[in-house]
Structures are given as C-alpha cells and as structure tokens.
C-alpha cells in the first residue's frame, strides 16, 4: 500500500511535470523534423496533421541541388574551424599564464576579459563593419573569424582556467627539475593531459560560431554567407516555403547536436565549475 | 608562487589574446561612442560629420526609443524571470534519481545550442495564423473558438516572443543549478529531516541559500544576454507588427540595417552604459574572487 502510494506521488510530482517541461522543451524540433517530411499539399491542407501520412525528402533534396546548400555548409564550416583553431591557440596560451604564474596586472587581465562579452553586439556592429570595410576583409571569412574568436575568448579562458587550476604544478615542476624549459614541460606534460578539455572548449567555440547570426548577416555577401543567413535568406526568394526552411534547419543543427552530445559531460562540468566554485 | 623567475613570461601569453580582443571589442567600442557624437547616415554621406550632442538630444526625444527601452525592461523581467522558475524547476526533477535520467539531461539541453535564428523561425511556424500547429492544438482542445495569428496581433505578439526567449534559456538556468544542486551536502537535509522539517522548508532553508551564488552569477549574465538579443525577434517579427514587440537592440539593428549609423550607435552607447550598472555588482564580486 505504502509502496503504491510512493509510486503516486513520484508521478504526480516527478514523472508529469519532467514529462510535460520536456514535451515543451523537444516538441518545436519534433514539429520542425515532421514539417521538413511532409508533401507541401499535406503541409498546406485543411487538416494539421501530426505524423506525414506520407514521407517525402524533396525538401532537403531541393536544398541541395536548387538551392546549393553545401556552399554556405562549406563557409560555416571554414569559419568555425578557423575560429575554434585561433580561440583554442590564444586562450590556452593565456589561460596558462592565468592559472600558474602570479603577476602584476593578472586580475585586471582577468576582468579585461571576462567583461568584453558584455558589450552589447549592436554596439560593436556598426564600428567593426566600418573597421572592417578599410581593411578590405569585409565579406571575407576572415572577417567573421576575427569577430568570433573575441566572442569566444572569455568563456574559452574560463573554461581553461579552471581545468589547467585543477593540475598540480608539481607536474611541471618535476619536468623541469629533469632540465625541460618552460615551453617543453607545456608540450610535453600538460599539453597532452589538457587535450579532452581542449576538444570540450573546442565544441563549445564551434557551436558558437556556427550558429552566430548577427554578425553574419553584416560581414558576409552572396559568396561568403553561413548557414544561419542562408537559412534566413530561404525566406523571401518566393515567399516562405516552409518544408525547405524546416528542412535546412534540421541540416543546421544535426552537426552541432552530434558534437554537443560527444563533448557534453566535460564541457558541462567545465561551465559549471566557475559558478559553482566563485 | 615562483613568480618572480618569471619575469616576460606571463605577459607574453596573455598579449595575444589581449591583441584580438582590443581590436576587435575596445576599439569598436571606443569607435562607438566616437560615431554617437557625428551625424553619420550613409544615405546622406555629405553630411557626415561631428555634431556634438544632437544626436543624444534627438534620442531623449525619440518616443520610440522610450517604448523599445521599456519594452526590453519587460522582455528581461518576464523571460530571465521565467527561465529561472522553469530552469529550477528542471534542475530540481532532473536532480532526483530515476531511469534515463542522464539521456533527459542530454535532451533537455538541445534549445541551449540551437542556433537564434532557428529558433525563431521554428516558433514563427508554430505561432503561424493558418497552418499552425498551436493553433490547432488551441482549437482541438476548445480554448479557442478561431485561430489566432499570434505574431500579427499587436496584443498577442509581445508575449509570444517572450515564451520563445523563456524556451531558449529554461535549459542554461537549469544546468547552472543542477550543478549547484550537486554540490549541496546531502547531510543538510538529512539533518533538517530529523528535526522535522517538510519540503518547503527545506527548500527556501536550504536549498536556496546554498544556491545564492550560483542564481545570482547566472541570472546576470541571462540579463545581460537576453537584453542584447537580437536573433530571435528579427527572425521572428523584425520587431513588428507596428513595432510591438521591438526591443531597444532590435531597434539599434534596425536602424543599422537602415545606414543611419550615427543614430544607432548613440543608443547602443546608451544600451551599454545601461547593462553595466546592472553589471556592477558582478563585476565587483568578481574582483573579489579573483583576489583569492
């Protein structure tokens, strides 16, 4: 009897109200997935149906033929690699010198940092669309690049922060003792202990940049657009159509999902610990 | 530390990060405020140039302006507001034990990377007047009586857009705190249960004590970031109908969209100064915890 009522309440206080958050949470990509299937006669019919009654691929298959959707994939991807490869390179370099040396102006350095994403991005729009103007890389993906590796940088720095804080010193210490200098005991000991953190930190600069829209739809042209624009850009070319939109979303995303679910344990802890901890 | 060996070390690691950042942050930012004092419309280009103050006069009498700032103080209010509700709520569930528990951890963030523009644009379709799926689910269910085009009504519009931000930040509230749920000492309430406490109070005299730091980091920088959005308005409504559901930042891109450059900078300085006396306390706690 006890057990049975146990079991009533863990419904009605567990079970219902996690299943209803999720239902919230999930339904608009379930939703986006079936209308990205659906014939258009069935997309646009009288009756909303909630699973195709009949299955069709025409959307993506559209986007890639009519539509070339591969080539703003190809700058997405162009960017973010570029941007994950630059933020990883200057945030370990300054991460390290955060977490193991004490020196005057470090927390000033510190704050420098984690204060540069709160500027709003309409403030640094319009400036940097001039700046980059002059230099002649607008419309170029190194302008994007430059753009994001700054986004990225403050949280990257505190994600490194706090996982090169977790390793001894010790660990270099003895390196060098052993007649290492500075820069081997970094290659050589913690370089190849810090990498899941790096591939955590990675995905999360990715994830950023392959989503950014903003900025995107200011720095790019025709040649250099990224996916967020392109699916933007679907809209209005013949009013919205939207089997190809829901289908170029579900493409969007399916990289970023991947990624996230691989890396999602340390980067999780990684994020949280700063909060956690400060 | 050894610190003192070190010498050029530590600043030369720290330069080129610091390099990227001032080029790309401080000195448009600086730019900024620069552009805020010129006459700087792009349609009008023989009329660049400086013009003092004018332009901040001509946004203190901008009744847009105060809708857009007033309408971004609802937008922070009612989205971080209910992120937090809901975002305890999930951390509170996906906290206690139960089967498939790490798999619904997983899912429940799939929002939290899902790209602005996607997101508004899926939410565009649900809220769609003729096709949409919450409208049918509205009529099935007999709430009500038509379909309703929610994003071209002006009464409906505003609220509709702020269930899509509460949506899109439930998941980061929910994983800040479950990670700080985590790190409660279960002996606490272990204690409280001897001395016949009930669930309430454990919750208002424990759990959300211990919590005080992590909802306080996180709900500023959710304030911070859901008050410079942009993505998920413009792809949504571009603002509109009659701009009903323009923020102040949707109003600066729209505004930048249109090359009148000056103008808009002069707001998003005004935007910046605003976030960062709300940014103070964080600041200044930071410093703090740097300091040890």
Known sequence: MKGKENRFYRLLNLHIPLILLLLFLLFPFYWTLVTSIKPARELYGSVVTYWPRQITFEAYKKLFFDYNFLKPMGNSLLVAFFTTALTLFVASLASYSFSRFRFRGRRLLMILFLTNNMFPTVLLLIPLYAIMRRLGILYTPLALVLSYTTFTIPFSIWLLNGYLSDLPQSLEEAAMVDGANRPQAFTRIILPILIPCLIATGVYIFMTSWNEYTFAVMFTNEESRTIPVSLKNLIGQLGVQWDLLTAGGIITIIPVCIMFFFAQRRLVEGLTAGAVKG | ?292
């Open chain 2, 1 to 292: 530390m050894h610190n003192r060996k070190s010498g050029f070390w530590p600043y030369l690691l720290v330069l080129p990060a610091l390099l990227v950042v001032m080029a790309v942050v401080f000195i448009p930012a600086f730019n900024a405020v620069l552009m805020s004092i010129q006459s700087y419309d792009l349609r009008r280009p023989s009329e660049i140039g400086f013009i003092g103050l004018e332009n901040y006069i001509g946004v203190m009498q901008d009744s847009l302006f105060w809708e857009s700032l007033w309408r971004t103080l609802l937008w922070v209010v009612f989205g971080v507001g209910f992120q937090f509700v809901f975002g305890f709520i999930l951390a509170l569930l996906l906290n206690r034990p139960f089967g498939g528990r790490g798999l619904a951890r997983s899912v429940s963030l799939i929002p939290w990377v899902t790209p602005g523009v996607l997101i508004g644009l899926m939410w565009r379709w649900i809220y769609d007047g003729s096709y949409g799926v919450l409208n049918d689910i509205l009529l099935k269910l007999g709430f009500i009586d038509e379909a309703i085009p929610f994003l071209a009504r002006l009464s409906t519009v505003f609220p509709a857009v702020i269930v899509t931000i509460i949506w899109q930040g439930i998941p980061f509230f929910a994983l800040m705190l479950l990670a700080g749920l985590q790190g409660v000492p279960g002996e606490l309430y272990e204690a409280a249960d001897i001395d016949g406490a009930n669930v309430f109070q454990k919750f208002f005299r424990i759990t959300v004590p211990s919590l005080r730091n992590t909802i306080y980091v996180t709900t500023l920088l959710r304030i911070i970031w859901v008050a410079n959005s942009v993505d998920v308005i413009f792809n949504m409504t571009g603002g509109g109908p009659a701009y009903a559901s323009q923020t102040l930042s949707v109003y600066i891109f729209n505004k930048a969209n249109a090359l009148n450059l000056g103008y808009s900078s002069t707001m998003s300085v005004i935007l910046t100064v605003l976030l960062l006396l709300v940014a103070v306390p964080y600041l200044k706690n930071l410093f703090r915890n740097q300091e040890n």
